[in-house]
């Protein structure tokens, strides 16, 4: 079994950073796909960001492009990377992995087998 959790949550003023890390832990994601997603209260999940399992190829949400990157220094460390933080922001951030490998990378929470418990991020204006 896939173990993840994330860190590096907390509160943040607008305009702001935070980097979130996801480790992973009971087997070697070496061909996995990793994404972030998050969810506000009343919200459903949303989709932010997935990263191929070499770390070559990322894909990001509407919403976080051009502020948010994600990356992953080795099989079971991802990170986000988010910077001019907007009150809008504010979520449970959750990390996720696929094991269906190949060039293919979900964007669908449907599609991803393994979840982390979340961290909270709050931007306050």
């Known amino acids: 079994q896939v173990q993840l959790v994330e860190s590096g949550g907390g509160l943040v003023q607008a305009g702001g950073s935070l980097r979130l890390s996801c480790a992973a832990s009971g087997r070697t994601l070496n061909t996995y796909a990793m994404g972030w997603f998050r969810q506000a209260p009343g919200k459903e999940r949303e989709f932010l960001a997935a990263i191929s399992w070499s770390g070559r190829i990322t894909y990001y949400g509407d919403s976080v492009k051009g502020r948010f990157t994600i990356s992953r220094d080795n099989a079971n460390s991802m990170y986000l990377q988010m910077n001019n933080l907007r009150p809008e922001d504010t979520a449970v951030y959750y990390c996720?992995?696929?094991?269906?490998?190949?060039?293919?990378?979900?964007?669908?929470?449907?599609?991803?087998?393994?979840w982390g418990q979340g961290t909270q991020v709050t931007v306050s204006s």
């Open positions: 996720a992995a696929d094991s269906q490998g190949g060039i293919y990378i979900p964007k669908r929470s449907d599609e991803y087998e393994y």
